[in-house]
């Protein structure tokens, strides 16, 4: 388990864990943190803003302590509407426990730097919600793959689904729909709704019973991985973005018109073999 840690001690580290200087294991506990804390959230965002609004503009900034006071006055006067924003951007968690956080945010990056930067500032601070929910996920998929999916599911709206039903919710036949490789069974299948568009999460097992997440989705979703580095690594045909997730190997390559991203590989040779069964079967396949 990891130690718990609390709002004081969270505000204390925010710089340290926004510039990646954390060791692990408080890593994990800052973002169990962020996940529970909105206040706490906040104040990360609020940073991020800052730090890149000195780094990228010219434009003075607005006086220290008025970040809080738009907050405050939004949270309790709903000056901006989720309406209003709703037609403003594109993504979906305006919606749920994010709402407050982003538009208190939005309100106070459309201040300050105008609707162009609010654009690209609202699509980092997407970034790091995205990547908070997927370190609880990563954490979780090992020990408790079944409270990994809850995760998922809470935080996106998913639903568990068969392969039939998955065609009709996200228009296309999942690449796990026929199959899965010798080796493994397919434990669960979902789709989720996430901000960059829907995404079929499918959990497959192995003879030994441990767990294997594969997504398939449109685009790339760098986004997941936070920080971590990624390496290139090509397998047949494929050219893999391979990232190190704790103890074991993440990756994502294109496959036919979209993406797919395994998550808790052992290491490189099982990504390649799965990148070259899933290689096989879209080749076979006629779309
Ligand atoms: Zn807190």
Same mark, same amino acid.
């Given at each position: 388990m990891n130690r718990e840690m609390d709002c004081t001690e969270a505000r204390e580290r925010l710089s340290d864990y926004f510039d990646g200087e954390m060791p692990d294991d408080q890593q994990r506990a800052m973002a169990d943190h962020l996940a529970d804390c909105e206040s706490c959230a906040l104040e990360l965002v609020s940073f991020a803003d800052l730090s890149t609004i000195t780094a990228s503009l010219d434009h003075p900034l607005p006086p220290a302590g008025l970040w809080g006071e738009i907050a405050a006055q939004l949270q309790t006067?709903? !000056? *901006?509407?989720p309406e209003n924003l709703a037609t403003a951007?594109? =993504?979906?968690?305006? !919606?749920?426990?994010?709402a407050p956080l982003v538009m208190a945010l939005a309100a106070s990056v459309v201040f300050a730097i105008g609707w162009f930067g609010y654009q690209s500032n609202l699509s980092m601070i997407g970034n790091l919600a995205i990547a908070s929910v997927f370190d609880q996920y990563f954490d979780t998929l090992h020990q408790d793959p079944v409270a990994a999916q809850q995760i998922l599911l809470t935080k996106y709206d998913g639903q568990t689904v068969d392969a039939e039903n998955a065609v009709h919710l996200v228009g296309y036949r999942p690449a796990v729909a026929d199959g899965v490789p010798a080796?493994?069974? *397919?434990h669960t299948t979902n789709v989720i709704r996430m901000p960059r568009g829907d995404c079929v999460h499918s959990q497959f097992q192995r003879a030994d019973g441990s767990t294997l997440a594969i997504f398939e989705h449109?685009?790339?979703?760098?986004?997941? =991985?936070?920080?971590r580095p990624a390496t290139q690594a090509v397998h047949g045909d494929k050219n893999l973005h391979v990232v190190d997730v704790d103890q074991r190997v993440a990756a994502t390559w294109r496959q036919g018109d979209r993406h797919l991203t395994v998550v808790g590989a052992h290491n490189a040779e099982e990504l390649g073999q799965l990148a070259g069964w899933f290689g096989e079967r879209t080749n076979l396949m006629p779309e």
């Open positions: 006067e709903e !000056t *901006l509407s951007q594109p =993504f979906r968690w305006t !919606t749920g426990r994010y080796g493994y069974s *397919l449109d685009g790339e979703r760098p986004a997941w =991985f936070g920080k």
